[in-house]
């Protein structure tokens, strides 16, 4: 009984490790390299802009970079963008470095997870999160800043 019970610890912790355990464990199925870049953008981009549509803020260098992108007119961004392209636009030489810029997305990580990919693989892994829905502009600055909606009296 002390086997099987050490196999059943083994395969748990297995399976813990590649992130395919339970139903809240995220599935890292898509790697992102240059040759499927165009399946990754495609389904990051309506996320990204639904986000800086939603935050209305300028408080956020992330938003700020990102609208001036999508109002460039010398620029078509969007889900059909190559990374050859984003890599001008925003001056970055490497796919991680968009994965590093979209890490700082305010609330990216409610909706994304990102993880380095498996050794020998020059991209990264990453999963989208079941959809919900966004709270309002100043639902998520009260969170960001932890601010209450009216300041309390201290006596």
């Not at 990102?114 to 990264?124: E, K, L, Q, V």
Request: glycine residues 2%; proline residues 6%.
């Amino acid at each position: 009984m002390a086997g099987s019970a050490r196999t059943r610890t083994k395969s748990t912790k297995s399976t813990a490790t590649s992130m395919v355990t339970t139903n809240d464990a995220p599935r890292f199925e898509h790697v992102t390299t240059l040759r499927n870049f165009d399946k990754f953008q495609s389904r990051i981009f309506p996320i990204i802009q639904r986000i800086v549509q939603a935050s209305k803020s300028s408080n956020f260098k992330f938003c700020n970079d990102w609208i001036a992108a999508t109002k460039n007119p010398t620029f078509t961004f969007d889900g059909n963008t190559t990374f050859h392209d984003i890599k001008k636009e925003f001056k970055m030489s490497e796919l991680p470095d968009y994965r590093r810029f979209l890490s700082t997305c305010p609330m990216i990580n409610d909706y994304v997870i990102f993880r380095d990919a498996p050794s020998g693989t020059s991209g990264f892994e990453y999963y989208i999160k079941q959809a919900k829905p966004m709270q309002s502009a100043k639902e998520q600055a009260n969170l960001v800043l932890d601010v209450p909606d009216t300041p309390k009296t201290i006596n």
